[in-house]
């Protein structure tokens, strides 16, 4: 019978790339949406958002109980098999439909009609391919599945409402938008004489430059995020926390405030850019990854107060044991640098990465303080497993193609010096496949894979298996990766190459490869999409 592990990454597979044969429609929901009067699912939502918000709630609530009642209970392997195809030839059923509607031979209400029995069947068929249903088990997974589903069904429900609410002036958003419209406003008027503010078609700025102000950029999803990931990290400690709910009420409350204001400063600061001639800044890198770090401060903080004061056994964050002393540091400093590194940099450069051979060599010495203890953690054996699974991996990549891909980073990085490219692209070779495999492996296979089964995690040995830490570092890995489909199996291969050579060197290997053969791949066939995306 095979694994839930193997089961796991099959499903995986087959969802992945279901998921990339149906982006092509996205286009679809939004005629859907204009025809019917309200917002429609589209592929993001059926795919993405309901079931990975239902496992996130469900593991969050039940933790190991979760995996022990899904392993005591997976179906046969004829019905694993024999449903899986049922899934697939439902799943090619709605995908017909979908190309027949693109081509006017099918009616809108036909339409709804065949994409909810093909996707309830596809659904369906995916759910008894993976367990096994009697009455008995069936009463205690409904016992102990409604809450993740409904709380996930909630939540996208809720911010279905927010969203119309949004566009159409009223309902429960107004005065959130009405106050960040008045407080740009406000601090835009008191820089600049030729400002511009009309909050009925979401249009403020200057006269010089102006930005309409949709949903996305409201900070309504930044509010809606944050409470989220504070809940369910709370609920992920909430045995080692001591804390009133009230308590932790007025922490939210808080939280939602510094957003809303954050986020007020951060669009009038892309205005101010945009009004002083730096409109390609304003709306590329600054835009993108400003509100990132704002989420991420605000994380941050809530969780060092979390910790500081709620903890029963709270994290060691004073300075100078943090960084030499904790057992974490050499797995997570290097890491933590790449990231708030990064994303400052993004923030700061208007055009494409040239600060990169800067942050290559930062991050080298960075390696260099702990380099003695890494020698401790790993040994340093080649083997052939690791490399062709990491050429794999790089035809993977290369193969998606990117629809988010920066067309001004190419261009600009085209047209500089031939000198100032190859330099560049020496440094980015070498930090692809030297420098940053070591960094995110050490996070990843080194820290998250055995943190999320113990958190002293030096008494869990590098390769342990555990389906809740193998779901939640491949998915995180993804997430923190452009392409997130990619991403997440990427970080699969990289965990089961960890699970088989039971040795860090051995992710580290199979990651460098992928990075190295990738980079070859990409000068080879002009793939810039994937680097400056």
């Not at 990169?356 to 380099?371: A, Q, S």
């Amino acid at each position: 019978m095979p694994s839930l592990n193997l089961r796991g990454i099959i499903l995986l597979s087959v969802l992945s790339v279901e998921y990339l044969l149906l982006q092509r429609f996205n286009g679809i929901w939004g005629t859907i949406t204009n025809q019917l009067g309200f917002y429609f699912p589209n592929i993001e939502d059926i795919f993405l958002r309901f079931p990975l918000l239902s496992i996130i709630f469900f593991i969050a609530l039940y933790k190991k109980n979760a995996l022990k009642l899904i392993e005591e209970n997976l179906a046969s392997k004829v019905k694993f098999y024999l449903f899986l195809l049922f899934h697939i030839i439902f799943i090619t059923f709605f995908y017909y439909v979908l190309c027949e509607f693109r081509q006017n031979k099918i009616e809108l209400n036909l339409f709804l009609i065949f994409c909810f029995i093909t996707l309830l069947l596809a659904s369906l068929s995916l759910c008894l391919s993976l367990l096994k249903f009697s009455i008995k088990f069936n009463k205690i997974l409904i016992r102990k599945a409604w809450k993740p589903t409904l709380g996930s069904l909630f939540l996208i429900l809720f911010y279905f409402i927010l969203l119309e609410s949004y566009e159409s002036n009223n309902g429960i958003v107004w005065p959130i938008k009405w106050s960040t419209f008045e407080l740009i406003n406000a601090l835009i008027s008191s820089l600049y004489s030729d400002y511009i503010y009309d909050i009925e078609t979401l249009l403020i700025g200057t006269e010089r430059f102006s930005v309409i102000l949709r949903f996305g950029c409201s900070g309504i999803q930044g509010i809606t995020l944050f409470i989220t990931t504070a809940i369910i990290l709370y609920l992920l400690e909430i045995k080692n926390l001591n804390i009133s709910k009230l308590r932790l009420s007025i922490y939210l409350v808080l939280g939602v405030i510094f957003s809303f204001i954050g986020n007020v400063f951060r669009i009038s600061a892309l205005i101010a850019l945009g009004t002083h001639g730096h409109e390609k800044w304003a709306l590329g890198s600054f835009h993108s990854y400003t509100g990132i770090v704002l989420f991420l401060i605000l994380m941050i903080t809530f969780f060092i107060i979390i910790n500081h004061f709620h903890s029963k056994s709270p994290y060691i964050l004073t300075l100078k044991p943090f960084l030499f002393e904790n057992s974490a540091s050499p797995f997570l400093i290097p890491f933590v640098c790449l990231l708030i590194g990064s994303l400052f940099l993004k923030i700061l450069t208007p055009s494409w990465d040239w600060w990169y051979p800067l942050k290559v060599c930062v991050l080298f010495c960075i390696l260099l303080l702990y380099i003695d203890k890494y020698k401790k953690i790993m040994s340093i054996k080649f083997s052939v497993y690791p490399i062709l699974l990491g050429l794999i991996i790089s035809i993977l990549w290369v193969t998606i193609p990117y629809q988010n891909s920066n067309g001004s980073q190419v261009n600009d990085f085209m047209d500089t010096t031939t000198s100032l490219k190859i330099i560049w692209l020496i440094f980015k070779i070498l930090g692809s496949a030297l420098i940053i495999p070591v960094i995110e492996e050490l996070a990843f296979r080194g820290f998250f894979l055995r943190f999320l089964i113990n958190r002293d995690f030096n008494h869990v040995k590098i390769g342990t298996y555990s389906f809740i830490s193998f779901a939640i570092s491949s998915i995180v890995f993804g997430i923190l990766h452009h392409h997130l489909w990619a991403g997440i199996i990427s970080g699969c291969l990289f965990n089961l190459i960890t699970y088989y050579r039971r040795n860090l060197f051995d992710s580290i290997l199979c990651h460098s490869v992928a990075n190295l053969s990738l980079s070859f791949l990409i000068i080879y066939y002009g793939r810039w999409d994937i680097w400056f995306n």
